[in-house]
Every structure is written in C-alpha cells, then in structure tokens.
C-alpha cells in the first residue's frame, strides 16, 4: 500500500500553488491534477493550501482530480469519503485541523469538510496507459510516484504530462526524481530548489 502523510512536502507544494494562482486568476475553470493520489492525504494538502491562498471566487472555480490505479486498495472510496483517524492528522497546524475537520460518526476518526470534498473527484488511472486523464490543467503534481517508474517510463509519463497542461501552466515532482534530459526541452525549471516546472 502506497504511504504518505498529510501536510508531507507543504513547502514545494505551496510554492507551486503560489506560481499558479496568478497563472489561473480569471479562468472560468481552474484544474488542478493529483497524479498518484493514494488515500488522498496529499489531495487534500493541497486542497487546503488552494483553499487558504486563492479567493472565494477562484476556490469555487477549481477542480482537483485525484487518480491513482490501485483497486485494490480501494483507495477511491477513501479519497471519497475523506474520513482520517487523528493519528495521521497530528502533525498537521491546529488551525487548519480545526477549520478543514469535522468529528466523523466513527469514534477517532474525522472528515474533511465539504469545501474541500466538493473540489476533489477521484478516478483510477493507470499513469503508465500514457494517456492523460484530459487538458488544459493549470497545476499537475506527481510526487513519490515516479520513483518506481524506470528512466525510459518516466520520459513517457513527463511526455503526458506535457500533454494535459495547459500553455504555461506547472508541474510539481518530487525532489528526487529529476527531468530527463529527453524532455528537458518541454520544460523550464521555476524554482532552483524544487521540481517545478512550466510548461513551454
């Protein structure tokens, strides 16, 4: 089973967002693609750094498809309901528990309120069909995923990637995974420190 916690990695993940929120600002429709979602903590990470850096207005706009391909896990019921026991939600800021967490009817265990459920859908798909799940995204991320891909994999899946960003818009990865040189060209690298990337 995939493993990652919330709140893991916040400081590239709110640098994304703060590249892309003046990227998105007056689009209709703001998506947003979690690409290896597991349980959803990292989804709804970034949904509550979305949520406390974006307007009222651009929030009620945004989509984020979270997708994973592991039936097995049943990981779409999970990133659904958004139900987490309080032991994966310790780390997390006392203020962003208590504004973005309701008691859940399971003793122990608690739900992410419905502003942050209402802009998640989740769907199975396998990274590796190189087939992207659609266009015209402002953000992609893809962290501790590609990790378990081979070289020649990753090139296809960046290649993907490129595919369903819209002109100009960014893709987040994690540390250790750096560009392929095949696809250097595609990109333009924003922050020295971080694998993020815009789209060329």
Same mark, same amino acid.
């Given at each position: 089973?995939?493993?990652?916690f919330?709140m893991?990695?916040q400081?590239?993940?709110e640098?994304?967002v703060?590249e892309m929120i003046?990227?998105?600002?007056?689009?209709?429709?703001?998506?947003v693609?979690d690409a290896?979602?597991a349980q959803?903590?990292?989804?709804?990470?970034?949904?509550i750094i979305l949520a406390?850096r974006?307007?009222?207005?651009?929030f009620?706009n945004l989509?984020?498809?979270?997708?994973?391909h592991?039936?097995a896990?049943?990981?779409?019921?999970v990133?659904?309901?958004?139900?987490y026991p309080?032991?994966e939600l310790?780390?997390?800021p006392?203020?962003?528990?208590?504004k973005?967490?309701?008691?859940a009817?399971?003793?122990?265990?608690?739900r992410v309120?419905e502003? @942050?459920?209402?802009?998640v859908q989740?769907?199975?798909?396998?990274?590796l069909s190189l087939?992207?799940?659609?266009?015209e995204?402002? @953000?992609v991320?893809?962290?501790n995923? @590609?990790?378990?891909?081979?070289?020649e994999?990753?090139i296809?899946?960046?290649?993907?990637?490129?595919?369903?960003?819209?002109?100009?818009?960014?893709l987040?990865?994690?540390?250790t995974?750096k560009?392929?040189?095949e696809?250097?060209?595609l990109?333009t690298?924003?922050?020295?420190?971080a694998q @993020?990337?815009?789209k060329i």
């Open positions: 089973m995939a493993f990652t919330f893991r990695d400081p590239p993940l640098r994304a703060d003046p990227y998105a600002s007056g689009r209709s429709r703001i998506k693609w290896g979602c959803g903590q990292e989804t709804y990470t970034l949904a406390e974006m307007n009222r207005f651009g009620k989509r984020i498809d979270a997708t994973d592991d039936s896990n049943h990981f779409g019921d990133v659904t309901r958004a139900v309080y032991d310790r780390r997390m006392a203020e962003y528990f208590e973005y967490f309701e008691p009817e399971e003793q122990g265990m608690f309120v502003e @942050l459920r209402g802009r989740f769907r199975y798909h396998d990274l087939e992207p799940i659609g266009v995204y402002c @953000l991320v893809c962290k995923v @590609l990790l378990h891909f081979s070289y994999q990753r296809e899946v960046f290649k993907m990637f490129h595919k369903a960003l819209a002109p100009g818009a960014f987040i990865n994690e540390n995974q560009l392929p040189k696809v250097a060209h990109f690298q924003v922050a020295p420190d @993020l990337f815009k």
